[in-house]
């Protein structure tokens, strides 16, 4: 009896030491997240349920919004700093920037993904794991028209609207005002959130997390708090959030699509 209980200590001792480096270097792997900085004007702190947001309201009636992946040489901005400067060295500074949508290894968008009213991916319809397939998932969209929307993916591909930015993401946070039917009410996962909701046609919300929060929690900010009756989650851990010339919230994360605000210029 005393010999076995040597040999598990010995092994847990050796397990513990062979797991070591995976967990000392698993803090590290991301670079620390930036909580700071000035506020853009549309935006403003937030809390509910005790968790901190930072919410910014769009009117697109005074504001440009748009979804944005690569530059002029076709490759993928890959994060928001990059992005932003790319922007300022064409003359078009944003006022916002955030990341919207899942993306692969090579940061290609996982889903749908309309660029200046040019389809740059498809529209996701498989079954998976993730997330991003956390059925019912979405799409957000700007009309050629102006006018926004949060819609479910399959209501998307029937009505097939004309789009000039579209980002597809999942799951759906709020689905019609109705919390995503797998939520649970406060969730186990927690993670630093970020996601979009459309008020009416001419008002985007866009939320992130300054501490972590649970989907059930997070959907609930979109309905009860900034009154959205649809509401589309981006991502999480790599959430971020920038002012276009410094982060608010996030680090170095990569990026896939790029969700970004600008001031209307006179006509």
Same mark, same amino acid.
């Given at each position: #009896? #005393?010999?076995?209980?040597?040999?598990?200590?010995?092994?847990?001792?050796?397990? %513990?030491?062979?797991?070591?480096?995976?967990?000392?270097? @698993?803090?590290?792997?991301?670079?620390?997240?930036?909580?700071?900085? /000035?506020?853009?004007? +549309?935006?403003?702190?937030?809390?509910? /349920? %005790?968790?901190?947001?930072?919410?910014?309201?769009?009117?697109? *009636?005074?504001?440009?919004?748009?979804?944005?992946?690569?530059?002029?040489?076709?490759?993928?901005? =890959?994060?928001?700093?990059?992005?932003?400067?790319?922007?300022?060295?064409?003359?078009?500074? !944003?006022?916002?920037? #955030?990341?919207? =949508?899942?993306?692969?290894?090579?940061?290609?968008?996982? $889903?749908?993904?309309?660029?200046?009213?040019?389809?740059?991916? +498809?529209?996701?319809? %498989?079954?998976? /794991?993730?997330?991003?397939?956390?059925?019912? &998932?979405?799409?957000?969209?700007?009309?050629?028209?102006?006018?926004?929307?949060?819609?479910?993916?399959?209501?998307?591909?029937?009505?097939?609207?004309?789009?000039?930015?579209?980002?597809?993401?999942?799951? #759906?946070? !709020?689905?019609?005002?109705?919390?995503?039917?797998?939520?649970?009410?406060? $969730?186990?996962? *927690?993670?630093? @959130? &970020?996601?979009?909701?459309?008020?009416? $046609?001419?008002?985007?919300?866009?939320?992130?997390? *300054?501490?972590?929060?649970?989907?059930?929690?997070?959907? *609930?900010?979109?309905?009860?708090?900034?009154?959205?009756?649809?509401?589309?989650?981006?991502? $999480?851990?790599?959430?971020?959030?920038?002012?276009?010339?410094?982060?608010?919230?996030?680090?170095?994360?990569?990026?896939?699509?790029?969700?970004?605000?600008?001031?209307?210029?006179?006509?």
């Amino acid at each position: #009896m #005393m010999k076995r209980r040597h040999i598990a200590v010995i092994l847990t001792g050796v397990l %513990a030491l062979a797991l070591a480096p995976i967990w000392w270097f @698993r803090p590290s792997a991301l670079p620390p997240v930036i909580i700071g900085g /000035e506020l853009p004007a +549309p935006c403003r702190d937030l809390s509910f /349920e %005790a968790v901190p947001y930072v919410v910014c309201e769009i009117d697109l *009636r005074s504001h440009d919004i748009g979804v944005f992946h690569a530059g002029a040489d076709g490759k993928a901005f =890959g994060s928001l700093e990059k992005f932003d400067k790319a922007m300022a060295g064409e003359g078009r500074p !944003v006022l916002i920037a #955030m990341n919207a =949508g899942m993306y692969h290894e090579d940061l290609s968008p996982v $889903g749908l993904l309309v660029e200046d009213g040019h389809e740059e991916a +498809p529209l996701n319809l %498989a079954e998976g /794991e993730g997330n991003f397939f956390l059925k019912p &998932n979405g799409v957000f969209l700007v009309r050629k028209d102006g006018k926004a929307a949060v819609m479910e993916t399959s209501a998307y591909a029937a009505a097939r609207p004309d789009v000039a930015f579209a980002t597809q993401s999942g799951p #759906m946070l !709020v689905i019609n005002g109705r919390i995503h039917p797998r939520f649970e009410e406060n $969730g186990v996962s *927690r993670y630093i @959130r &970020n996601g979009v909701g459309v008020r009416d $046609g001419d008002t985007v919300v866009l939320a992130i997390s *300054r501490s972590e929060v649970s989907f059930g929690s997070f959907a *609930r900010l979109f309905r009860d708090a900034l009154h959205c009756s649809n509401a589309l989650f981006f991502d $999480g851990v790599v959430s971020a959030l920038s002012n276009g010339e410094r982060m608010i919230i996030g680090g170095k994360y990569p990026a896939g699509p790029i969700i970004a605000v600008s001031v209307k210029k006179p006509v």
